[in-house]
């Protein structure tokens, strides 16, 4: 059963935008947030964006300040990075994490499978 899907990624050149989409599947627990993680090659993965379910406050990764923007859409289940002004340095596949609310008083994580973005100069 997929829970997180994220899909939008693709070649670009540096300068241009992409937008991707993470959307939530059929589960329990109600959102508490949703973010946004990258990891280029032969490098860590990297915190890029989150944004919370409750009250749609945003948070970005140093990195990407200014150039990305996390939006939700309520009915959907979904949320957007808008990615713009791309730079080599961005490419990287980049993850949804879905933290939700578990039965106990905690949360739970779910990745998606991943989308490869890839900024050509």
């Known amino acids: 059963q997929v829970q997180v899907s994220e899909s939008g990624g693709g070649l670009v050149q540096a300068g241009g935008s992409l937008r991707l989409s993470c959307v939530i599947g059929e589960r329990t627990g109600n959102s508490y947030a949703m973010g946004w993680f990258r990891q280029a090659p032969g490098k860590e993965r990297e915190f890029v964006a989150a944004?919370?379910?409750?009250?749609?406050?945003?948070y970005y990764g140093d990195s990407v300040k200014g150039r990305f923007t996390v939006s939700r859409d309520k009915t959907k289940n979904t949320v957007y990075l808008q990615m713009n002004n791309l730079k080599p340095e961005d490419t990287a596949v980049y993850y949804c994490n879905d933290r939700y609310y578990d039965d106990y008083g905690g949360y739970r994580e779910v990745w998606g499978q991943g989308t490869l973005v890839t900024v050509s100069s």
């Open positions: 944004l919370s379910w409750k009250d749609d406050k945003t």
